[in-house]
T-cell receptor, first 114, second 115 residues
Framework: NAGVTQTPKFQVLKTGQSMTLQCAQD?????MSWYRQDPGMGLRLIHY???????DQGEVPNGYNVSRSTTEDFPLRLLSAAPSQTSVYFC?????????????FGPGTRLTVL | AQKVTQAQTEISVVEKEDVTLDCVYE???????LFWYKQPPSGELVFLIR??????QNEISGRYSWNFQKSTSSFNFTITASQVVDSAVYFC????????????FGSGTRLLVRP
């Protein structure tokens, strides 16, 4: 198993550009989520999905869209990049929504918005 | 409100010293889970341990041990005989039973183990 994969690893955008961060998992996990990591703030939830076709907002969803057309993939779209979106983005998945299940994290995407 | 506090921003120790990373959490829920993750310099997040709110037994795994105390809402992590490879940022996180299933992370503690 490859686990949770993310592409790209690094990205530089100009303000106003759009892009999609890719996330895939091959563990048949039901729950997938996106977090952003900013210095001194830990990780904060952007969006999550409890299964194909079902998504919902986390605590910092503004400026981001998600969709989940398959169990495996959960892309994160930046609609119009802003410098405040400069961050490290992590995709995570877990077997189910049960709080017992640990979340497995991808390697992260480091995004810089100029 | 749910919150996780890791008051130690950075800790520096010399190899072979023992070190304890503190974690204090806040929640009104009676059922919840606590986690520790390690983030080495390479950047990925590695799961270390899970503990549910009904299990206050301490746990030991090799050089790692965890002390969960509901009375003080703490879930501290001790590394015995630290090694350079333990250098990383360590995150404590809280996962509730009935929210968005999210992990609520502390701000992390950066541990530097010097040779």
């Amino acid at each position: 198993n490859a686990g949770v994969t993310q592409t790209p690893k690094f990205q530089v955008l100009k303000t106003g550009q759009s892009m999609t961060l890719q996330c895939a998992q091959d563990m048949n996990h039901e729950y997938m989520s996106w977090y952003r990591q900013d210095p001194g703030m830990g990780l904060r939830l952007i969006h999550y999905s409890v299964g194909a076709g079902i998504t919902d907002q986390g605590e910092v969803p503004n400026g981001y869209n998600v969709s989940r057309s398959t169990t495996e993939d959960f892309p994160l779209r930046l609609l119009s990049a802003a410098p405040s979106q400069t961050s490290v983005y992590f995709c995570a998945s877990s077997y189910s929504t049960s709080s017992y299940n640990e979340q497995f994290f991808g390697p992260g995407t480091r995004l810089t918005v100029l | 409100a749910q919150k996780v506090t890791q008051a130690q921003t950075e800790i520096s120790v010399v190899e072979k010293e023992d070190v304890t990373l503190d974690c204090v959490y806040e929640t009104r829920d009676t059922t919840y889970y606590l986690f520790w993750y390690k983030q080495p310099p390479s950047g990925e997040l590695v799961f270390l341990i899970r503990r549910n709110s009904f299990d206050e037994q301490n746990e030991i795994s090799g050089r790692y041990s965890w002390n969960f105390q509901k009375s003080t809402s703490s879930f501290n992590f001790t590394i015995t005989a630290s090694q350079v490879v333990d250098s990383a940022v360590y995150f404590c996180a809280l996962r509730l039973q009935d929210s968005s299933y999210k992990l609520i992370f502390g701000s992390g503690t950066r541990l530097l183990v010097r040779p």
